[in-house]
């Protein structure tokens, strides 16, 4: 019996170490090709791992330094970052009003925000790119192609998720505390800063952080509302695809550092991820 | 207590103007197009009206948008079934104890977090002709060729392989998030009654695990329904039209074709496939939770 056991530990030990291979190796190679010139690139491909001896820079100066990457780089920070404080922001206000105002209406509108992350963005991308380059305008305004444009956007796919995650929180710090601070005279804003946001601190910094990552993340209606000006990294990913030619190193060079936060993020938020993305249905 | 609703109402009403703004006006807006013959490209870029139906009309016999639907729907269906099945088994072995349990599963957690864009490219990069390793190796060590640019059946599989890579952990961490939240007491009268392992398996794990199963199959069909940007990026919907899905589908008929009214029409029917399928499954969630109740 006891061999058994052992058995069946070795064998899951081997099967998940297998399946980290799997996850890891097309990881280790984009790495791979990063560090390397095109020549060394050229004929059979070469899996040792030749970092350690020597890196091909270039292939990050290339986009990061002499070209227009840094811009991208900056849009996309810029943009996650404000959409990131917009979306915890308002989801906070919004939570607190869902929670603890008995708002007629209020189940509809909690559901109807939810329907906003269901949809699939490839329906909304005509109506959206006709209203923000011709509807609205404000006189030589438009919201196409900048960054606010993209920072309002992103909060209709945030702005679900962050409201139901903090839902539970919210809901979970007792009425009589916050009834207890009205009858001493406390405003809103006070209620705010001395109850709510402290107690409900980790739910918000884990709002945050994945609303920032979704927000880094998305491709689809940045590549089709930006032209120039407000491109973020994700859209400047898939241009490697249209032109002939592809220089292999800085696209993954590019695909590297676009995929850097998300690494620095899994750390802080792997314990959070499951409840972040099944919207708290199950607690992760 | 008015002035208590106002104060709510106002709580709200940044986050309602946004929703309204950027969800249901585009909304309107594109069943409204939908209604008209628009090509800003043609000889007269006005929109014109010719009947309520005509594009909806001229959808239900174009045959290339209603197969990227039901590839679409394939392509939902297969990954599904590989992930559950896959994430299933995964999320059972790490109930128990095995040596680098916490690193397996932090590395695991890895590709949810990397952008589907990166994942595209990530791929792009190891399975590409003359580049990528994956070719070299199933030729030198199975003598099979694989060269997705020409081959249909390849770039759909292909497909399907790195949406499992991206999308099995989610699988994974949730259902191990259900399992880990049962209660014990069944299994423990099941042990007592001297059931084995698969009948606890089939008759007590599977029946409790049914909530959590239906949340993860809603928002993996949802997600694989509105597959664009891996695709995009390592296929472009080729070759031919073998991974043109819905959404590919609809975004070369509105941008390199400029149909406008025609991408409308199909922009509102995939909005209402969605939803239907969405309906469906929300009921069965409300109907289960009902029962318990």
Redesign the interface.
């Known amino acids: 019996m006891k061999t058994k056991k052992t058995f069946?530990?070795i064998g899951?030990?081997f099967?998940?170490?297998l399946?980290?291979i799997?996850?890891?190796?097309?990881?280790y190679?984009?790495i791979l090709?990063s560090t390397r010139t095109p020549v060394e690139?050229f004929g059979?491909?070469d899996?040792s791992p030749t970092f350690f001896e020597k890196v091909h820079w270039k292939n990050f100066t290339k986009p990061f330094i002499d070209g227009i990457y840094s811009d991208y780089l900056f849009n996309s920070i810029i943009v996650a970052t404000s959409n990131a404080a917009l979306v915890t922001v308002?989801?906070l206000?919004?939570t607190?009003?869902?929670s603890?105002?008995k708002?007629p209406g209020s189940e509809s509108?909690f559901f109807?925000?939810m329907t906003?992350r269901?949809?699939?963005?490839?329906?909304?991308?005509?109506?959206?790119?006709?209203?923000f380059s011709t509807?609205?305008k404000f006189g030589d305004f438009t919201l196409f192609d900048t960054k606010i444009g993209l920072i309002?956007?992103y909060?209709?796919f945030n702005?679900p998720f962050a409201?139901w995650l903090l839902k539970g929180i919210i809901d979970g710090i007792p009425r009589e505390l916050d009834e207890a601070m009205i009858v001493d005279g406390a405003n809103?804003f006070t209620i705010f800063r001395k109850l709510i946001i402290p107690l409900a601190a980790p739910g918000i910094a884990v709002t945050s952080l994945l609303s920032f990552?979704f927000a880094?993340?998305?491709?689809?209606l940045a590549s089709?509302l930006t032209s120039v000006y407000a491109r973020t990294i994700?859209t400047g990913?898939?241009e490697?695809?249209t032109t002939t030619g592809t220089n292999?190193g800085t696209?993954?060079a590019v695909?590297l550092v676009?995929?850097l936060p998300?690494?620095l993020?899994?750390f802080a938020?792997?314990k959070h991820?499951?409840?972040g993305?099944?919207?708290g249905?199950?607690?992760? | 207590m008015l002035s208590k609703n106002k104060t709510g109402w106002l709580l709200l009403s940044p986050t309602i103007l946004i929703l309204v703004l950027a969800g249901l006006v585009p909304f309107f807006y594109v069943l409204y197009v939908g209604f008209f013959q628009w090509n800003p490209l043609a000889v007269d870029p006005s929109l014109q009206f010719d009947g309520f139906a005509s594009n909806y009309r001229r959808l239900i016999f174009d045959e290339i948008f209603l197969e990227s639907i039901w590839r679409s729907i394939k392509f939902s269906v297969v990954t599904l079934s590989i992930e559950l099945t896959l994430g299933f088994l995964l999320a059972l072995s790490l109930l128990s104890s095995f040596p680098l349990k916490s690193f397996f599963r932090s590395v695991h957690t890895l590709p949810l977090v990397i952008a589907p864009i990166v994942v595209g490219s990530i791929f792009k990069l190891f399975t590409v002709q003359g580049l990528g390793p994956l070719p070299h190796i199933l030729k030198d060590y199975f003598g099979y060729t694989l060269n997705y640019g020409l081959n249909a059946e390849q770039a759909f599989w292909m497909i399907v392989i790195m949406d499992v890579w991206h999308w099995t952990p989610f699988v994974t961490l949730t259902l191990l998030a259900g399992l880990s939240a049962l209660p014990q007491d069944p299994y423990e009268s099941a042990k007592i009654d001297g059931a084995n392992n698969f009948q606890i398996f089939t008759y007590i794990t599977i029946p409790m695990m049914v909530p959590v199963l239906i949340v993860v199959i809603f928002i993996r069909l949802m997600d694989s329904l509105k597959i664009v940007d891996e695709v995009w990026m390592l296929t472009g919907g080729g070759p031919g039209y073998a991974t043109r899905f819905t959404g590919i589908h609809i975004w070369k008929e509105v941008f390199e074709k400029r149909y406008y009214g025609l991408g409308s029409a199909m922009s509102i029917l995939y909005l209402y496939i969605t939803i239907v399928i969405c309906w469906v499954l929300y009921s069965v969630m409300v109907a289960r939770g009902k029962n318990e109740d």
């Open positions: 069946a530990k899951t030990t099967l998940w170490g399946l980290t799997i996850t890891l190796f097309p990881i190679w984009m090709v690139l059979k491909p899996l308002l989801a206000m919004a607190y009003a869902l603890r105002f708002l509108i109807w925000t906003n269901m949809a699939p963005p490839a329906a909304f991308l005509l109506p959206l790119f006709l209203l509807v609205f309002l956007l909060c209709v702005l409201i809103l990552l880094w993340n998305e491709y689809l089709t994700p990913l898939s490697f695809v292999w696209m993954a695909a676009s995929m998300a690494l993020f899994l938020v792997q991820i499951v409840a993305l099944t919207f249905a199950v607690k992760g």
